[in-house]
């Protein structure tokens, strides 16, 4: 029998989750285990970021792998424990295949989302979820967006992106089974402000 | 950041309509206030009329909802069945649409949804339905028409919360108190029946004998004395003093065959002959005792109102 939706749907979700693939990187520092890591393109394009949980990275220096096997050096170049997110630059001789992100429409319950991270040092596996409760309330980022949708250890500082890919916030922890993301948003305004990232 | 111009794809379709599922059916969702701490879920099935889980409620009085607007207003209790696990609450002219319920059962393996609404915010959690089979019993001994066993996470609300399917259809209601906390539907059949009731009683009957019972084999030289086509039966392990199976001679050691004429080889086999409309009917009991085959006529009482939470 076939099933042209069911296969339609698998296509589509494998070609979303590959693309997110190339935009996540790995994140090793040595004894604080591996995290994931997103490519952002910071202002002008100029300079290569990762963004990715401050709870990841330990120190200033750490090592990236990204999704083709490319292995480079990076330096954090801004960081906030509070929010638990940490930016990492390294030298990019190349366009690189950076997030893309979302900026309308809002969030909505029951939307599909995707988490793609490196559970137990499975790199690149990705996860489907929904939108667990509204995330915007009068018209103000929240601190978190929820996701229903099980993460593991190795997800952190990962991608959550909606049914098309695009980035919607970076996996950071998991509360009674809910995955909580720091919404893109957010990241978005911390760098616009972080004089660090500025003034390196 | 980059940004990238929509696409339309089967995927984004099948996001967009969970979400416009969820949106509608929360609709008819609110919060309900009857224990501390985190509020419960409940659903608007009848003008006036919400369906909540009883293990949610905590208390009988000062009970308040939360509608969607986030409106909160007083409710009162109008009737609760610890053995269905469900409860009704009346609110007058809550101005909200009621929950559109679908009959049928759903096959195992459809995608379903789960809401609930454990304060101001509406929470969605997903999965499928991982088992359909026919009637069960719950440990109290009520009839549930459909189990539907979920697959899906359980968070805050999830009990008193509607399961419903990607066409905003209501299944049923969540619990996760008959199943040693499991997730679980309790059916559109069966909510129907036990509001109905409810409504006009406030509770729900169910006739009572005030026997325990146990399995037991009759030995077979003795079943072939007696010409007993089944050799499983239940041996009366317990009897309330006072209460209808001792006002009309039973005694303990008595092996109960049959109840109405259908023989019994599980205790859920007496259950299921004492519904509500039993109480005060006169039913025929076979037993052994003493090695012979007795009649008795049992008159079964009304099962007292267990104590309230």
Not at chain 1, 123 to 143: F, K, N, Y
Not at chain 2, 91 to 113: C, F, N, Q, W
Not at chain 2, 181 to 209: C, D, F, K, M, Q
């Amino acid at each position: 029998m076939s099933a042209p939706i069911t296969a339609r749907l698998a296509r589509e979700l494998a070609a979303v989750v590959d693309r997110l693939r190339r935009a996540t990187v790995q994140v090793r520092t040595r004894g604080a285990g591996m995290g994931a890591g997103v490519l952002w393109r910071a202002g002008d394009g100029s300079r290569a970021l990762v963004i990715t949980n401050a709870h990841v990275v330990r120190g200033n220096r750490t090592t990236i792998e990204l999704s083709d096997g490319t292995v480079a050096s990076a330096r954090a170049v801004a960081r906030d424990p509070k929010r638990d997110l940490a930016a990492l630059e390294f030298a990019a001789d190349r366009d690189l295949p950076y997030a893309v992100g979302r900026e309308s429409p809002p969030l909505e319950v029951g939307e599909l989302v995707i988490a793609l991270g490196h559970p137990g040092g499975l790199v690149g596996a990705a996860t489907l979820g929904i939108i667990h409760a509204a995330s915007e309330r009068d018209g103000r980022t929240p601190r978190w967006i929820q996701a229903d949708v099980r993460l593991a250890p190795g997800f952190s500082g990962g991608p959550l992106a909606d049914a098309q890919g695009r980035l919607i916030g970076i996996n950071t922890m998991v509360r009674g089974g809910l995955a909580l993301a720091v919404p893109a948003a957010t990241i978005d305004a911390w760098l616009r402000g972080s004089r660090a990232l500025v003034s390196s | 950041m980059v940004t990238e111009e929509t696409m339309s794809t089967v995927l984004q379709s099948l996001s967009t309509e969970l979400a416009a599922a969820v949106e509608s059916a929360g609709r008819a969702i609110v919060a309900i206030h009857a224990r501390r701490r985190i509020p419960a879920s409940g659903v608007h099935w009848r003008p006036g009329v919400i369906v909540a889980t009883h293990h949610t409620i905590n208390r009988e009085e000062g009970i308040t909802v939360t509608l969607p607007d986030g409106t909160t207003g007083p409710a009162t209790l109008a009737g609760r069945d610890p053995s269905t696990d469900l409860a009704v609450l009346r609110l007058s002219d809550p101005g909200l649409p009621t929950a559109s319920p679908r009959p049928d059962a759903p096959k195992a393996g459809e995608l379903v949804i789960a809401l609930g609404r454990p304060g101001s915010s509406l929470t969605a959690s997903w999965g499928v339905v991982s088992r359909v089979a026919g009637p069960w019993r719950t440990w109290q001994g009520a009839e549930i028409d459909t189990l539907l066993r979920l697959d899906l996470a359980i968070y805050d609300g999830f009990s008193g919360g509607p399961l419903i399917d990607s066409g905003a259809r209501v299944l049923g209601i969540n619990t996760s108190a008959l199943a040693r906390g499991a997730p679980l539907t309790i059916p559109v059949a069966t909510v129907e029946r036990v509001v109905t009731e409810l409504l006009e009683r406030g509770t729900i009957r169910r006739a009572y004998l005030g026997i325990g019972t146990q399995e037991v084999r009759v030995p077979q030289s003795l079943a072939r004395t007696l010409d007993l086509t089944s050799d499983a039966a239940l041996l009366i392990v317990s009897v309330e003093p006072g209460g209808p199976a001792d006002r009309d001679g039973v005694l303990l050691g008595d092996v109960l065959l049959e109840l109405d004429g259908a023989a019994v080889r599980d205790p859920s086999d007496v259950l299921a002959k004492l519904g509500g409309d039993r109480v005060g009917r006169p039913i025929a009991a076979r037993v052994i005792r003493g090695g012979q085959v007795k009649t008795l006529q049992l008159s079964p009482g009304e099962r007292p109102k267990p104590q309230a939470a």
